[in-house]
């Protein structure tokens, strides 16, 4: 059975020569969405080379992966995955976790995929921006470096 959303809208209209709307209030009863979080309280496949990562490529870099059997919120990015927090290599995360989802059906429809990968990429967009605030500012150019280190 699917959720069910009941949706009333209340309006007050005007009196007099014009009929028109003066306000509306929409009240819904729908379910909160979904959290966009990822949680993983460790990497999904226990492997040496699994890497704990605390420094994520820029999200215009980022190829998200929408495919039956990879989790929303996966990407690629310089030869390895990345899901929620760790980085993967290649064959390590389609051998030992892809393979299995898509075994199990889990992750199946690469449409549901995209929808609840959606706010997730919103959500890394957003913790990136944040972090980049919170960073030092560098020098554009190498140049630009090398001329103020040498007092130019």
Do not use: W
């Amino acid at each position: 059975m699917r959720n069910s959303v009941r949706t009333v809208m209340k309006c007050v209209v005007g009196v007099g020569a014009a009929l028109l709307p003066a306000g509306c209030i929409v009240e819904t009863d729908a379910p909160p969405p979904p959290p966009a979080v990822v949680m993983v309280d460790g990497p999904v496949v226990d492997d040496p080379s699994v890497v704990l990562i605390d420094v994520e490529p820029p999200p215009p870099d980022r190829v998200y992966v929408y495919d039956p059997g990879f989790p929303p919120g996966t990407y690629f990015y310089g030869g390895f995955y990345y899901y929620g927090g760790y980085r993967y290599p290649h064959d390590v995360f389609i051998n030992r976790y892809v393979v299995v989802n898509v075994r199990e059906h889990r992750f199946a429809d690469s449409g549901e995929n995209r929808r609840a990968a959606a706010p997730i990429i919103q959500q890394h967009r957003a913790q990136y921006a944040a972090r980049r605030q919170a960073a030092p500012a560098q020098p554009q150019h190498a140049q630009e470096h090398r001329d103020n280190a040498q007092g130019h």
